[in-house]
């Protein structure tokens, strides 16, 4: 199954030590976009590719190449004599994005209790089901990766690749903003149950109950992070 989380967010964990040469362009974006996600390269953060190279083991090609990537997901800026800066977004542009991909998200729920197939609904049972249990035990990091897995599988059971396509740019980009909705175990718990909700909804085929589950969480989303920012 985490086969499955990593086609679909395109992170893997990549532990702490030197970076292999092997698959090394997508190794080096997943680490630095767990640095980000985690707060280790906060917004704002200058990218000093010496540094960086020295602390993962690269030379500043990979790196650089890497870097640019993350500057096309919207997570790093480049910034004319700075150079590569980890974006800040402000409240505003947060809560932008979150209502845009709150809309997003309610139609795909509809569309996905309508044109899903079985099988592909067990599938996303199955990520929820190891959520949880990443959740009981405590980890954080791959709990968020199919957390944000899940909301990606059911965009895509809507079967509309444009909606697919903004959403998954959307919710890249605010990939370090809704992992910091977790911190605390209230909250944390909390997003939990609304996702218990969710994949109630999807196996019932409610469509509509799809829909406001996704919406509130969303809402939630923003009132979880919005004094954070």
Not at 60 to 85: D, F, H, M, N
Request: charged residues 30%; contains cysteine.
């Amino acid at each position: 199954m985490m086969d499955d989380i990593n086609m679909l967010d395109r992170q893997t964990d990549a532990g702490s030590g030197p970076i292999r040469r092997t698959a090394l362009h997508d190794t080096l974006v997943n680490r630095l976009r767990d640095m980000i996600i985690e707060g280790d390269l906060e917004p704002g953060t200058r990218l000093h590719e010496g540094q960086l190279g020295e602390q993962l083991g690269v030379s500043r090609t990979p790196l650089r190449e890497a870097i640019k990537y993350l500057a096309s997901e919207g997570l790093v800026e480049l910034v004319p004599s700075r150079g590569a800066v980890v974006k800040r977004f402000s409240g505003r542009d947060v809560q932008d994005m979150l209502t845009v991909l709150r809309t997003l998200e309610e139609l795909a729920g509809r569309l996905a209790c309508e044109l899903a197939s079985d099988a592909e609904i067990r599938a996303v049972r199955e990520m929820h089901d190891e959520m949880v249990a990443r959740y009981r035990s405590g980890d954080r990091l791959n709990y968020y990766k199919l957390n944000q897995a899940i909301h990606i599988a059911i965009v895509r059971l809507a079967k509309n690749a444009t909606l697919s396509e903004v959403q998954l740019m959307l919710q890249t980009r605010l990939k370090r903003i809704r992992f910091i909705g977790h911190e605390g175990q209230e909250k944390w718990a909390a997003a939990v149950a609304e996702h218990e909700e969710m994949i109630a909804a999807l196996e019932a085929r409610d469509g509509a109950k799809l829909s406001e589950v996704l919406g509130r969480h969303l809402a939630k989303a923003w009132e979880r992070v919005r004094d954070a920012i």
